[in-house]
């Protein structure tokens, strides 16, 4: 069995990743600032195979204590989405970049890294984006992914690099500001949503499949070492509107079109993600069950946000 450090495992992906990873027999080992608490730790808190540090992934000397000789590197912790980068740009180059630096500065030749990047590196893409497809991010969020992504292919460490659809669906840290989250989240409490830019064709990915290509990278880390993915599934390609639609079949509510309002990361393109499929992974959850499984969870997790209107 081996031993596998997490950093943001008490994220939204990590949360859901980490008791997947422990399932298997493994020990791992979370390394997070909690800067949204410890709470999403609670419910496998007690396996007995879990150690949690509270750590800075900006700070190189706990990073390389945390490093240690564990086996693996699943590297999530970052700044996460445009929103978050362009409120804080400092914060977001020294977490996304500058820690990765310091998690590549950490590893030996033996230790395996898993990198967690993001569809918003390509920038905008005429047609169809596959992984060989020139990355030109528009946004903070994307540049500092794609940073990272440079520092790793020319550290001469093992690795490979994931760039994830949109995720979406359930986890112990949730998530409101993900597209499909944020509109079920917004026709249950609301009764409307706003849509802009409706006709742009977005990719999606269920939180639980976005854990399980961890696993499934372990187990097949010999054909993708070395390599970037897009982790998605063409099943799971839809416009904004598709989405909108699909929600109305579960709950009543109203489509307000508007003509303001544009997405920074300009994300209109499919994704191609034969080279995934290749190896064997598909998504394992539709979005029509994702969306059932959203409205019984959001219809009774209400949030306190004064910019919300319920
Ligand atoms: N959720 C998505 O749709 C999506 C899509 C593409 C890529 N990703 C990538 O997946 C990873 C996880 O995303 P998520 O959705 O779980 O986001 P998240 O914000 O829920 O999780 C990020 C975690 O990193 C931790 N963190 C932040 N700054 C830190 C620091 N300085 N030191 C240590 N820990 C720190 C946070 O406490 C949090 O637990 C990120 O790298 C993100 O870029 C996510």
């Known amino acids: 069995m081996a031993k596998v450090l997490i950093t943001g495992g008490a994220g939204y992906i990590g949360s859901v990743l980490t008791p997947m990873i422990l399932q298997r027999g493994h020990e791992v080992t979370i390394f997070d600032s909690l800067m949204f608490g410890a709470q999403p730790l609670l419910g496998f808190s007690s396996h007995p195979k879990l150690n949690i540090i509270k750590g800075d992934i900006r700070d190189a000397s706990a990073v390389a204590r945390a490093v240690g000789d564990h086996d693996w590197i699943l590297h ?53 984006a596959n992984e060989e497809t020139p990355i030109a991010p528009l946004t903070l969020y994307g540049r500092t992914k794609r940073d990272a992504e440079m520092l790793i292919r020319d550290s001469g460490r093992q690795h490979t690099i994931l760039r994830f659809a949109t995720v979406f669906g359930s986890s112990p840290r949730m998530r409101l500001d993900l597209l499909v989250n944020d509109f079920v989240y917004q026709a249950l409490h609301n009764r409307q949503i706003v849509l802009f830019e409706g006709y742009f064709r977005r990719t999606f990915l269920h939180s639980s499949d976005a854990a399980a290509i961890y696993p499934f990278t372990m187990e097949n880390f010999d054909a993708m070492s070395g390599k970037v993915f897009n982790v998605g599934d063409e099943s799971m390609n839809y416009t904004k509107r598709e989405i909108a639609i699909k929600i109305k079949e579960y709950v009543d509510y109203y489509l307000h079109e508007a003509q303001v309002g544009s997405d920074p990361d300009q994300r ?40 919300r209107n319920a």
């Open 268 to 307: 209109d393109y499919e994704v191609d993600y034969s080279r995934l499929r290749s190896i064997g992974f598909r998504a394992s959850v539709d979005l029509d069950g994702s969306i059932q499984e959203l409205v019984k969870i959001l219809r009774v997790l209400t949030i306190f946000n004064p910019l």
């Open 76 to 128: 999530l912790a970052a700044i996460v989405g445009y929103p978050a980068c362009a409120a804080d740009p400092h914060l977001s180059v020294s977490t996304n970049v500058d820690g990765t630096r310091n998690v590549l500065a950490a590893m030996g030749m033996g230790q395996r890294l898993i990198f967690a990047s993001t569809g918003s590196t390509y920038g905008k893409v005429l047609g169809v």
